[in-house]
């Protein structure tokens, strides 16, 4: 376990201080920590991929239970510190990726993707927040190996995640959170919880990849949900129609004049498997 003392002195110790722009809030509550890798049920032999470790806090937890972790770090300071300590202790179980963790909005970087391998690994993390929303999204979607997320990010993206049809937060990643996973809220962290603190309220959300997901094709429910909810107060018929999508048969329950934002992911499932030609 890492107390902000000993945080902050990993970094004095190198002339390093915590970046802003890389979204660097440390979490310092150890109990939130355990309560993550817990809700993730990490057993020996695991295989995790973690964004951020940071100071490698988070990533002590995972790896004394017998994970093996591979990390990404973008930081060039936060990286030489990893290498020298985890790399060290762990080097049989610890895989340190220097570099962004993504490639674009909707792909993976090259060598992560190297370094994880195709069996299947859950992702836990404390997240940059700059990254959380398309990492999900890639990793749902594109990702079947990753068998779930367990990540604290903004508590506004976790209600979007979480939300119901007909809601003002409801919208394109709640849909493909919802059809492929199941959403699970399982705390609420004020700034307090992290130093130093950020300027919004933080979440822990866990999405279990479905045994039956609504959708046999998450990418392009992905992307026809993207475009679909870019007009989500249009109606659907015309809507659909100049997005070159034409369903071949409505399905029960939707009428060309509802609009998208008031559809359950069921339904919108069923919708786009209808406009595939
Ligand atoms: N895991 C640590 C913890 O729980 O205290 C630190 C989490 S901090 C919220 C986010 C971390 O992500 C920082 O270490 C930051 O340098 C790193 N980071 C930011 N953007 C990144 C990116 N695109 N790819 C990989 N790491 C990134």
New binding site residues.
Partial sequence: MQTLAE?RTLLAQRGLSP?KS???????DHNL?RRLVDAAAIEPGDRVL??????????IDLLERGATVVA????DG?AALLADTLGGAYPETFTLVH????AGKRSLAAPLLAAIGDQPFKLV???????ATPLILTLLADHPACGGVWV?IQREVVDRLAASPGTKAYGSISVVAQAIGSVERLATLPPGC?WPQPGVTSAMVAIKRRDDPLTDNPRRLADFCQEAFAQRRKQLGPSLKRLGYVPKQWPDGVDPTDRIESLSPEIICHLERACRS
């Fill in positions: 945080i970046k890389l979204g660097q809030n440390f979490l310092i920590i973690e964004i951020g470790p940071g100071t490698g806090a988070l990533t990404s770090e973008l930081d936060l570099g962004d963790c993504l993390a404390n997240l940059p927040y700059g990254a604290t992290f």
